[in-house]
């Protein structure tokens, strides 16, 4: 069955420190892959994408995502995190060969930041 | 543009009764979306919209019917309520593509 794996529930990372996500996913073809993020209380919006091509992508707000095929991988990155980035993270592929295209949420990764 | 649009944004419902929540998209996308999150699950997909008039189950279907009543408008239904219905509900709107699934804000439901 297809599915997403994000590893960590939850992280903690101090003020200026970098910041790695992971997410894994296991499809029989590489899938769309995307990033949400979703604040307290609120919905979710798409930090980046990734379909094809260059296999590291820029995405709002200062965040990027590496996708490594061998790896089965889309991790997300940040060079130095901010107060304001405490939120929830989830890592989602969409399955493009269907017509229906689901999206297959991972089940999360929680940032707190420390001052 | 509105983008998509959900109402109510919270409710709270006794065990048994039954409720509507809407969800409208004025983008002119083909497939809709019904999700819930619950804490440590992540989001999981209830029921979901490839075009006007035609709907599928998705992962967690139980309890739950849809209506999609034109293109624009996806609804969900309880029709008797239950506490393991409390959740967040989310409605979402696949782009041109497969770009991107745009989110409505959310409906927080609370069955008691």
């Known amino acids: 069955a297809q599915s997403v794996t994000q590893p960590d529930i939850h992280i903690t990372v101090s003020e200026g420190a970098s910041l790695e996500l992971r997410c894994n996913y296991s499809?029989?073809?590489?899938?769309?892959l995307f990033w949400y993020v979703q604040s307290p209380g609120q919905g979710l919006q798409l930090l980046l994408k990734?379909?094809?091509?260059?296999?590291l992508v820029q995405g709002i707000k200062g965040f990027e995502a590496e996708f490594k095929r061998s790896q089965s991988s889309f991790n997300l990155r940040k060079p130095s995190v901010h107060w304001s980035d405490a939120a929830e993270y989830f890592c989602?592929?969409?399955?493009?060969?269907?017509?229906?295209?689901?999206?297959?949420f991972g089940k999360g990764t929680k940032l707190s930041v420390k001052p | 543009n509105a983008g998509v649009t959900q109402t109510p944004k919270f409710q709270v419902l006794k065990t048994g009764q039954s409720m509507t929540l809407q969800c409208a998209q004025d983008?002119?996308?083909?497939?809709m979306y019904w999700y819930r999150q619950d804490p440590g699950m992540g989001l999981r997909l209830i029921y979901y919209?490839?075009?006007?008039?035609?709907?599928d189950k998705g992962e967690v279907p139980n309890g739950y019917n849809v209506s999609r009543l034109n293109k624009r408008e996806f609804s969900l239904r309880l029709e008797s309520a239950a506490p393991s219905q409390t959740s967040v509900y989310f409605c979402?709107?696949?782009?041109?593509?497969?770009?991107?699934?745009?989110f409505g804000p959310g409906t927080r439901l609370t069955v008691l």
């Open positions: 989602a592929a969409l399955n493009y060969g269907g017509s229906q295209g689901n999206l297959i």
């Open positions: 499809y029989g073809a590489t899938p769309y």
């Open positions: 990734y379909f094809s091509g260059d296999t």
């Open positions: 983008m002119n996308h083909n497939s």
């Open positions: 919209s490839a075009s006007e008039g035609t709907t």
């Open positions: 979402a709107s696949l782009g041109w593509s497969y770009n991107e699934q745009f």
